[in-house]
């Protein structure tokens, strides 16, 4: 299977919640980064994985973490969820040394 | 210092005309720089990259000029089509591999 996936696409959650958002990387791809994006902004990045260590983090606070699997799937959850957490939340992956390929993302709404 | 600024916010361009969206950045470390094209509930998706050893690069209707001693990088669309209608970023990153600082974000409307 070629491309990111991630799951899910959209998803509504209260304030003071937990979220888990997953991502499957592209085959072959060790790598892998978050990022959100506001409404109208660009990316901004959150952290990176690679051979499921964290390899770089972003001005995110510590209830944003993530996890890599031996598969080098991803999972990032964020605790204690704000409104202004609402997002879409981008997953992407690469084989280091070369460009990153970004999923579709999950849009996040915080209510 | 890590910031990529971008520019214009939103353009609009009639079919067949040069679209051209700028970039200036500060980090001079920054040895990577890409251009996204993201489409509404896409993510961004790679169009065209460059590296600072060269001052342009070519792809189709898409050319990236760079202009090292100013630190600043643009990306022109030739011949510009309605499918072309998307946001497109700007971004920077210490190699290939590392985090991307995305500018942020020029809205392109390709008119018939």
């Known amino acids: 299977e070629t491309g990111v996936t991630q799951s899910p696409t959209h998803l509504i959650k209260t304030r003071g919640q937990q979220v888990t958002l997953r991502c499957s990387s592209q085959?072959?791809?060790?790598?892998v980064s978050w990022y959100q994006q506001a409404l109208g902004q660009g990316p901004q990045f959150i952290f990176q994985?690679?051979?499921?260590?964290?390899?770089g983090r972003g001005n995110f606070p510590p209830r944003f973490s993530g996890l890599q699997f031996p598969n080098y799937s991803s999972e990032l959850n964020v605790n204690a969820l704000e409104l202004d957490d609402s997002a879409l939340y981008l997953c992407?992956?690469?084989?280091?040394?070369?460009?990153?390929?970004f999923g579709s993302g999950t849009r996040l709404t915080v209510v | 210092q890590q910031q990529v600024k971008q520019s214009p916010q939103s353009l609009i361009v009639q079919k067949g005309g040069i679209s051209i969206i700028n970039c200036a950045y500060e980090?001079?470390?920054?040895?990577?720089f890409p251009w996204y094209q993201q489409f509404p509930g896409k993510g961004p998706a790679l169009l065209i990259a460059?590296?600072?050893?060269?001052s342009e690069k070519k792809e189709g209707r898409f050319t990236i000029s760079f202009n090292k001693s100013a630190k600043q990088f643009s990306l022109h669309i030739m011949d510009s089509q309605p499918g072309d209608s998307a946001t497109y970023f700007c971004?920077?990153?210490?190699?290939?591999?590392?985090?991307?600082?995305f500018g942020q974000g020029t809205e392109l409307s390709v008119k018939p």
């Open positions: 085959s072959g791809h060790n790598t």
């Open positions: 460059i590296r600072p050893d060269v």
């Open positions: 971004a920077a990153s210490i190699n290939q591999g590392g985090k991307l600082i």
């Open positions: 992407a992956s690469s084989d280091r040394g070369y460009g990153y390929t």
């Open positions: 980090n001079t470390a920054f040895d990577y």
């Open positions: 994985y690679y051979r499921e260590e964290e390899n």
